[in-house]
């Protein structure tokens, strides 16, 4: 299905599913995304910063309004909490999940296992270590991480994106991995046997991107990840839930509602829950007129998660962040704008005001069936 065919569809879906382009005007302005994700059993959050919530009242409020779970942006990524070996800076992480607390919100761990973000001193000594040796340099993030969290992070991604199909492996796992390379596929089995010894009661994720689209590069990053989690269940390794990043990128590739639901159906075969953990929906590539393009996401937005939710095992939904002031994609050189405006991709702007994009997080909501039961 070419884009423009699919913007159609989901446009018309729009018009049979109305949505208030003002619900400030519609007199229910002070709910939060959060009260509507709340009425299904579901969550809605996003990934914050320490220092947005220190420095940028308007947004720390908006946070509060909206959401009643928060992930850490980055700080927990090993690079920014272990700069030297064994010498740990938490500070950031811990002002979140402060902030979390005092607000009545959950809270998410990102990430324990990655491949990217890590501290420039570890590939180094993982290198130069023997096979226990190596373990231990992987597990031993998870020793400090968790046990300082447990009872205040219920969730964490354990290991964050495994396959990589371009990277020419044939069963599609990221080979270019320190761990990978270090310890083969073992790595994941470890790394989740280790987490669930370390906090029994964390609901563990294995999270990806590129899940989504109608495209051959989604394709094969969605059969990678099913024949992967065939491996893991048939090992018993302990994962809990699949993260699904939910990055759409709608004027790159196509996205296919009946293609999504198959691909959730088959995930529910391994009896897992499932979150959408990094929402965004990139703009670059849409119409010059913000108005228009901010119509066109939204209905990609609004037809994405209304399969998503959907879903019975569908559990939560957080942005990559809040506001358009923030969104990373305005940085990152495949979808910034090259006149400097803003990325429009996420539900509040860049001046905390909503957009139609929350107008259709909260209509997916609002529709969704209750946790555990799909419309059918």
Request: charged share 30%; net charge neutral.
């Amino acid at each position: 299905m070419r884009r423009r065919e699919f913007l159609a569809g989901a446009l018309a879906l729009g018009a049979c599913s109305p949505v208030p382009s003002s619900r400030a005007e519609a007199g229910i302005s002070s709910e939060g995304l959060a009260a509507h994700a709340r009425r299904s059993g579901r969550a809605f959050g996003a990934a914050i910063k320490s220092r947005q919530l220190r420095e940028d009242p308007d947004f720390t409020a908006a946070i509060a309004r909206e959401c009643d779970m928060v992930v850490q942006e980055y700080e927990l990524k090993r690079g920014t909490t272990e700069p030297r070996p064994g010498k740990y800076d938490f500070s950031g992480a811990d002002q979140i999940i402060a902030f979390a607390q005092k607000h009545g919100m959950r809270a998410r761990g990102h990430a324990l296992v990655w491949y990217a973000a890590q501290p420039k001193w570890l590939e180094p000594a993982l290198q130069q270590a023997d096979r226990a040796g190596r373990e231990k340099l992987m597990t031993s993030y998870i020793d400090v991480a968790m046990p300082r969290y447990a009872g205040r992070i219920g969730e964490w991604d354990v290991v964050n994106e495994a396959v990589e199909p371009n990277d020419g492996r044939a069963d599609g796992m990221r080979a270019k991995s320190m761990w990978m390379q270090a310890m083969g596929e073992d790595y994941i089995d470890i790394a989740f046997h280790h987490a669930r010894a370390t906090d029994p009661k964390a609901t563990l994720f294995l999270t990806d991107f590129g899940l989504e689209h109608d495209s051959p590069r989604c394709e094969r990053r969605r059969t990678a990840m099913l024949k992967l989690l065939d491996r893991l269940m048939a090992r018993k390794v302990p994962v809990d839930a699949v993260g699904i990043q939910g990055h759409l990128k709608p004027y790159k590739e196509a996205f296919n509602q009946a293609l999504f639901a198959r691909f959730l159906e088959d995930l529910n075969g391994y009896g897992l829950a499932l979150s959408v953990t990094e929402f965004d929906v990139a703009d670059k590539g849409g119409p010059p007129s913000p108005d228009k393009r901010d119509s066109e996401i939204a209905a990609v937005a609004k037809a994405f998660l209304d399969v998503a939710l959907d879903n019975p095992a569908m559990r939560s939904v957080l942005c990559w962040g809040l506001s358009d002031r923030y969104s990373w994609l305005s940085n990152y050189p495949d979808y910034k704008w090259p006149d400097g405006q803003l990325s429009r991709v996420l539900p509040l702007d860049g001046d905390m005001r909503r957009k139609p994009l929350w107008d259709a997080i909260a209509a997916a909501f609002d529709a969704a069936p209750p946790m555990g039961r799909s419309r059918a």
